[in-house]
C-alpha cells in the first residue's frame, strides 16, 4: 500500500508527506486496527458512530499506549456529535446547516483541537450525502465561525461508474471558490481504494482507503 502511495507520488512530484493515509477500518474490529498500530500507523476512519465509539474504547484498552487520530468521513447524524467529538479529532463529512449549528453548540464543551472537511454531493441527486457545490460557500461561512475547528478543504466520494478524474476535478473546481473564502482551507480528502492514484494525482491531501489495507470487508448484516 505504501509502495503504491509512493509510486503515485514520485509520479505526479508529490511528496509523500504530503498524502496523509487515512485507514478506513469499518466492519473490522479493534484488533485490526491494533496490528496496523503494531505497524506505525495511527490514522484511522470509521463511518458509523455506533461502530466507530466503543471500537475506540477498545484499542484503547487492548494498545494503552497507541495515540491514534480517529477520522469521521460517514454521514453525521446531529444526536451524534457528542459521542463522536469524544473519539474522533478530524470530521470529513460536514454537509448542512443544522449538523454545523449542533457542533456549534458540543464544541466548546470538549478540549484539544478539531478540524475538518465539507463534504460535497458530486451527483444530482440531493438525498446523498454532501452539500451541492453551489451551496458551499454558505455552509463554508458557518464553518468559519465554529470555534476551536480549523476548517481544512473539501471532501468528495467519486460516484459509483463516473470516472474519477472527471468527478475529482469539480472538488477542484469546488475548492478553489472556498479558497477565495478561505485561502487555508486548500486541503483535498478524496480518493479510496479505486482511485486513490488518481486522486493523489490532482492533489488530494488525505486518501481515505479502506479495503485495499484490509483486505475484502466483512459485511454488515
Ligand atoms: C468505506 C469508505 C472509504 C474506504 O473505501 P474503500 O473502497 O474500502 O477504500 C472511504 N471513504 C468513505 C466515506 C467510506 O465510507
Given at each position: 500500500?505504501?509502495?503504491?502511495?509512493?509510486?503515485a507520488?514520485?509520479?505526479?512530484?508529490?511528496?509523500?508527506?504530503?498524502?496523509?493515509?487515512?485507514?478506513?477500518?469499518?466492519?473490522?474490529?479493534?484488533?485490526?486496527?491494533?496490528?496496523?498500530?503494531?505497524?506505525?500507523?495511527?490514522?484511522?476512519?470509521?463511518?458509523?458512530?455506533?461502530?466507530?465509539?466503543?471500537?475506540?474504547?477498545?484499542?484503547?484498552?487492548?494498545?494503552?499506549?497507541?495515540?491514534?487520530?480517529?477520522?469521521?468521513?460517514?454521514?453525521?447524524?446531529?444526536?451524534?456529535?457528542?459521542?463522536?467529538?469524544?473519539?474522533?479529532?478530524?470530521?470529513?463529512?460536514?454537509?448542512r446547516?443544522?449538523?454545523?449549528?449542533e457542533?456549534?453548540?458540543?464544541?466548546?464543551?470538549?478540549?484539544?483541537?478539531?478540524?475538518?472537511?465539507?463534504?460535497?454531493?458530486?451527483?444530482?441527486?440531493?438525498g446523498?450525502?454532501?452539500?451541492?457545490?453551489?451551496?458551499?460557500?454558505?455552509?463554508?461561512?458557518?464553518?468559519?465561525?465554529?470555534?476551536?475547528?480549523?476548517?481544512?478543504?473539501?471532501?468528495?466520494?467519486?460516484?459509483?461508474?463516473?470516472?474519477?478524474?472527471?468527478?475529482?476535478?469539480?472538488?477542484?473546481?469546488?475548492?478553489?471558490?472556498?479558497?477565495?473564502?478561505?485561502?487555508?482551507?486548500?486541503?483535498?480528502?478524496?480518493?479510496m481504494?479505486?482511485?486513490?492514484?488518481?486522486?493523489?494525482?490532482?492533489?488530494?491531501?488525505?486518501?481515505?482507503?479502506?479495503?485495499?489495507i484490509?483486505?475484502?470487508?466483512?459485511?454488515?448484516?
Amino acid at each position: 500500500m505504501l509502495a503504491r502511495i509512493a509510486s503515485a507520488c514520485l509520479a505526479s512530484g508529490r511528496n509523500e508527506s504530503d498524502v496523509e493515509l487515512v485507514a478506513i477500518t469499518k466492519n473490522h474490529p479493534a484488533e485490526v486496527v491494533a496490528e496496523l498500530v503494531d505497524l506505525g500507523h495511527w490514522h484511522f476512519g470509521e463511518n458509523r458512530d455506533q461502530e466507530a465509539s466503543p471500537k475506540s474504547l477498545r484499542l484503547a484498552e487492548i494498545r494503552p499506549d497507541s495515540k491514534p487520530t480517529w477520522h469521521f468521513v460517514g454521514q453525521l447524524q446531529s444526536n451524534k456529535v457528542k459521542s463522536v467529538l469524544r473519539y474522533a479529532r478530524v470530521i470529513h463529512s460536514i454537509d448542512r446547516a443544522s449538523l454545523v449549528s449542533e457542533l456549534a453548540k458540543q464544541l466548546p464543551k470538549f478540549e484539544g483541537s478539531y478540524s475538518g472537511f465539507i463534504e460535497l454531493n458530486l451527483t444530482a441527486d440531493p438525498g446523498r450525502g454532501g452539500v451541492l457545490p453551489e451551496n458551499l460557500p454558505a455552509l463554508a461561512e458557518s464553518v468559519l465561525n465554529l470555534e476551536n475547528f480549523e476548517l481544512l478543504g473539501v471532501m468528495a466520494v467519486a460516484g459509483l461508474g463516473e470516472d474519477p478524474k472527471a468527478e475529482f476535478e469539480k472538488v477542484l473546481t469546488a475548492s478553489r471558490k472556498l479558497q477565495e473564502l478561505a485561502p487555508s482551507a486548500n486541503q483535498l480528502s478524496i480518493g479510496m481504494s479505486e482511485d486513490f492514484e488518481v486522486a493523489i494525482a490532482l492533489g488530494a491531501t488525505h486518501i481515505r482507503v479502506g479495503s485495499a489495507i484490509t483486505g475484502p470487508r466483512p459485511t454488515n448484516a
